[in-house]
């Protein structure tokens, strides 16, 4: 975040009464507060502190450390852009390992994970079951490893994959959805040979919300934007 949110949080976790709209004046002495972030790139900023400090012709004692590793810690993440003076706050700053692609796998055959069971209820909102093969989840897992921003990765790849069917199968009377490596490769073509055996049914329908919303003017009823759906999906039919 920018210095200027960085203070306004300085605020926050610095044991005082602060007043916060639509809510009245609390006090954040009792609040635990745990901070959290992918931090690309910090881990090249430690290698380059690492190379500086072995400077040729100086040998460091062993056994003696020229800082302590939490010193080495707040020096990393301020080079990183953190307030100097907001990580004081924080006595233990903990370093995490990035999921493994085996692990965005067993993640996504989880049912119970936030993830999937997030995008699960949104497809039971039209109606629609959803479920993950292996070599879906494989695949899936694969392209959020290659982000390296862990669960986040995972859940920006699934909704990038999803969000074609997510769009268009509503019309349809397709009531399950299995999400195949295929899919995950192809979703447009997917999506167009589902819609050849399962054609748009235009009909009046209230459709709840997946994952970002396009704005549809006033007087389009839901008929004729299942037609411009349609259209753009089979252009040719």
Request: no cysteine; charged share 20%; glycine share 8%.
């Amino acid at each position: 975040a920018g210095g200027l949110v960085q203070d306004s949080l300085l605020t926050l976790v610095d044991e005082k009464t602060v007043r916060v709209e639509n809510v009245g004046v609390i006090s954040t002495r009792n609040i635990l507060y745990i901070f959290a972030g992918a931090f690309e790139g910090l881990k090249e900023i430690a290698n380059e502190r690492e190379r500086n400090r072995r400077t040729p012709g100086f040998v460091q004692q062993p056994g003696v450390p020229s800082n302590s590793l939490m010193e080495q810690q707040i020096q990393d993440l301020e080079a990183y852009g953190m307030n100097r003076q907001l990580l004081r706050r924080f006595p233990h700053i903990a370093t995490l390992e990035a999921f493994t692609e085996e692990q965005l796998r067993r993640i996504l055959l989880n049912t119970n994970s936030p993830i999937v069971s997030g995008v699960t209820l949104a497809f039971k909102g039209y109606g629609i079951g959803l479920r993950f093969t292996d070599d879906g989840a494989q695949e899936l897992a694969r392209r959020a490893a290659q982000l390296g921003l862990g669960a986040s990765s995972l859940s920006r790849v699934v909704n990038e994959a999803l969000a074609p069917f997510s769009a268009h199968l509503p019309s349809t009377d397709i009531r399950d959805v299995v999400v195949t490596r295929e899919m995950v490769e192809d979703p447009q073509g997917v999506l167009e040979g589902m819609l050849k055996h399962h054609p748009v049914a235009v009909e009046s329908r209230t459709w709840p919300v997946l994952t970002t919303v396009t704005a549809q003017p006033a007087n389009e009823t839901p008929q004729l934007i299942a037609k411009k759906r349609r259209a753009r999906v089979a252009p040719n039919a």
